[in-house]
């Protein structure tokens, strides 16, 4: 009973724990997240990046071919209106700038102005804008309508921002929106802004801008867990730039019809990476992309709520509960365990093939939890079980023969009483009570200790169990609580031992004036074993009329053999191929039997 409270009282702090995690603390949260990453990175390599939205990529070698055209980053933003012709004579859907124009031209008015009249020219070109912390902020109802700004019914008219627009160009051309990389709290960015509220005032994000003025399906959340892909196919922005700038352009003059072509820049050198699931330094446009890529078709992953799933860790620490107080083996509930993990595992791979994200890797965390710490109070109390068991039979055995039939699970302190076939002696001293009559009662007891630590030796040295000591009496048994098939035979070999020590004894006690023997009464028969008793006070013995029939004929041994067996004995000895002979020592009448008993002396075979 202790053992099941014990489980139950783990499984109630388990569940104070859960709710506490699931209703205020969220601490296995960044379990859901990294297993999810897990999972994403590799659900993204099974999605392909749609093929119309391009990112023209600043990449390591657009650094190197522009050189000699350019010279070193940044570029003349003549560079970036030339591109800009060349990319909007084909009808593209949108232009997007993944690249900040808030400082002049470090190459002179004359770039800008050519940069700002070509963007005019176009009502199609979007620019980055972010939120900054520090910085002079701007009254948002100051801001132009390209900025794209929401003005709800809450809106404070005195609302400011400190925000980095495209101020380089004409305010009617800082048509954007927001690119702040949005992080969790372990620093990885899992998540998109589509708008940020501040004082009533929406400010859209890039992505959120296109959806909105390209008139895809409307989206009023604040932001999406972003579903990741394949990482799309980079065009680099100098193939592009220096094709368009030869004589014979050998690129398709309608590559980029109809697409949402993105500048911006993966090149290492240039820092705009990031971590996501998909990588530690994954490139900032990769992730506008897919952004973008996701609104667009409309496959961002679903968000559902933590808290219900509280429930799923809470039914596993149950039912795991209930298997160790059922005693079930710990490796097979570990074997369940693992095959509800790979299921739960696969509900959330399942999920994300559905656009839901399923955060199912905590429960399975608070299922192992319990697991752990169950099977570690399993542990203990089978290891005092165990010490219990060998305090408990060390009384009645040797110690080392107790420790193997630990070890091998031969004793069960759970297991009731039983009947087995069994061999029971009881072994009398004779001229006791002379002894003690002229000798003090000190003396008598020494003599008495030294007398029963030799018996008790020979009883465990032949695997016998030591059941009581009845004044000078000693009751001893075979056959349990290990089984022996061998028990008649032990028991006669060690009452043949024990009359022989009986002997050397004697001589040790010449001079006390005093008869000194002993007499050894042996039979083999049904009897119940077990722990019997109160529940304040346990003993592991032998009863039924075996051990009456062994004490009578141990009082019947004076004057005929020092050691006297029954038929049942002898016949128990004799399927055994024992090494002893029987000699027939009559037949005697016993108190409370009808029947006479045939008593036999055994001896070894000369």
């Not at 620019?127 to 809450?154: C, E, M, R, Y």
Request: with cysteine; hydrophobic share 45%; proline share 4%.
């Amino acid at each position: 009973m202790r053992q099941k409270l014990s489980f139950a009282s783990l499984l109630a702090i388990v569940a104070c724990l859960v709710a506490l995690d699931y209703g205020w603390l969220n601490f296995t949260q960044t379990i859901d997240l990294r297993v999810g990453d897990l999972l994403l990175e590799q659900h993204a390599k099974t999605r392909k990046a749609n093929p119309d939205i391009v990112i023209v990529d600043i990449d390591q070698k657009s650094l190197e071919d522009m050189n000699e055209v350019a010279s070193k980053w940044p570029w003349p933003r003549s560079i970036h209106a030339e591109l800009i012709e060349h990319i909007a004579a084909q009808n593209p859907s949108a232009i997007v700038f993944d690249v900040m124009f808030n400082e002049p031209d470090t190459f002179g008015t004359e770039s800008d102005a050519l940069f700002k009249q070509v963007v005019a020219q176009h009502s199609n070109i979007y620019f980055a804008h972010t939120l900054l912390q520090d910085g002079n902020s701007s009254a948002l109802s100051a801001l132009p309508a390209s900025v794209g700004l929401i003005k709800t019914p809450n809106a404070k008219p005195t609302a400011r921002a400190i925000m980095m627009l495209p101020s380089v160009l004409e305010r009617d051309s800082w048509r954007g929106g927001l690119i702040n990389f949005q992080q969790d709290h372990d620093g990885i960015g899992r998540n998109y802004l589509l708008h940020e509220n501040i004082d009533g005032w929406l400010i859209p994000s890039l992505p959120w801008r296109l959806a909105r003025d390209l008139k895809w399906q409307p989206i009023e959340q604040a932001q999406i867990r972003l579903n990741w892909q394949q990482q799309r196919t980079h065009i680099s922005y100098s193939a592009v730039y220096l094709d368009a700038n030869t004589e014979h352009p050998s690129r398709a003059q309608n590559e980029f019809t109809n697409k949402i072509v993105i500048i911006g820049t993966a090149a290492p050198g240039l820092q705009d990476l990031r971590p996501t699931p998909i990588s530690q330094s994954y490139p900032g446009v990769e992730i506008l992309a897919t952004a973008i890529d996701n609104l667009k078709y409309q496959d961002w992953l679903r968000d559902t709520p933590r808290t219900p799933f509280a429930i799923a860790a809470l039914l596993l620490a149950s039912l795991l509960a209930w298997g160790f107080q059922k005693g079930r083996n710990t490796l097979h509930l570990a074997t369940l365990l693992l095959i509800a993990s790979a299921l739960f595992v696969s509900a959330v791979w399942l999920g994300l093939k559905q656009y839901w994200y399923l955060p199912l890797a905590a429960p399975i965390a608070w299922a192992w939890l319990y697991f752990w710490l169950a099977a570690l109070l399993s542990y203990l109390a089978e290891k005092a079980s165990r010490e219990h068991a060998i305090a408990m039979f060390s009384r009645f055995l040797d110690a080392r023969v107790v420790g193997e039939l630990i070890s091998s699970g031969k004793i069960d302190l759970s297991k009731k009483a039983e009947s087995r076939e069994l061999t029971v002696l009881f072994s009398d001293i004779r001229g006791f009570t002379t002894l003690s009559e002229s000798h003090p009662p000190e003396y008598i007891v020494e003599l008495l200790n030294r007398y029963f630590s030799m018996q008790v030796a020979i009883i465990f040295k032949h695997g016998g169990t030591l059941d009581k000591f009845i004044g000078d009496a000693i009751m001893a048994f075979w056959g349990a609580p290990a089984h022996d098939e061998q028990h008649a035979n032990r028991a006669v070999a060690a009452a043949l031992e024990m009359s022989a020590a009986v002997q050397r004894f004697r001589q040790e006690l010449q001079g006390l004036n005093a008869e000194f023997d002993v007499g050894i009464g042996i039979h083999t028969g049904p009897a119940v074993v077990g722990f019997i008793g109160s529940d304040s006070r346990l003993d592991y013995t032998v009863i039924g009329d075996t051990v009456n029939l062994a004490s009578r004929i141990e009082g019947l041994t004076k004057g005929v053999a020092r050691v006297l067996v029954s038929e049942a004995c002898m016949q128990a000895c004799q399927q055994h191929n024992t090494v002893y002979e029987f000699i027939a020592r009559g037949t005697h009448q016993v108190k409370g039997r009808e029947q006479s008993v045939q008593l036999f002396e055994p001896q070894v075979k000369s």
